[in-house]
Structures are given as C-alpha cells and as structure tokens.
C-alpha cells in the first residue's frame, strides 16, 4: 500500500477561536498549513496532510479534522496519491 496526499481546508466555529482551532489543527500533524483570510476577519487553515491509503483512513481523518477543537467547517479540496 501506498500513500495519499490530502488537502482540506477548515475554519473556526467563531472567528476569535481561530487560534485555538489552529493549535488543534498542528496537533494533527500536518505536513504544512498556510492560512487564508476569507473575509469579514474570517480566516481558514489549508493543510497537507499524508495518510496511508488503506481503508477506513480517509474516514477516520475525516473524523479527525471535524473533531479537532472548534473546527467549524472541514472541506477536502484534493486527494493525490503518492
């Protein structure tokens, strides 16, 4: 089995729990994050992320994301195999 790269994108569920969001998202161990201002003061956090490509780690980092600490939205925006 190989390796997938997963990009997503998430943002906070109040915009002044962006920094907490974001410590919960480097808990996660992405590869790397850049952060995006949406607008209205509204920022998001796009990572990479590498998994392994088997089944049930798509989900479980799908769960992962949605559960990291006030993580409002999560998106996948691609998946790459490596």
């Known amino acids: 089995m ?17 920094d907490e969001m974001k410590k919960a998202i480097e808990a996660l161990n992405p590869e790397n994050y850049e952060i995006e201002d949406i607008g209205f003061g509204v920022k998001a956090i796009k990572l990479v992320k590498i998994i392994p490509e088997e089944d049930g780690a798509m989900p479980k980092f799908e769960e992962d994301l949605e559960k990291a600490a006030h993580v409002g939205n999560s998106e996948i925006l691609a998946v790459d195999r490596m």
């Open 2 to 18: 190989g390796s997938v790269r997963v990009i997503a994108r998430v943002t906070p569920d109040e915009p002044e729990m962006f």
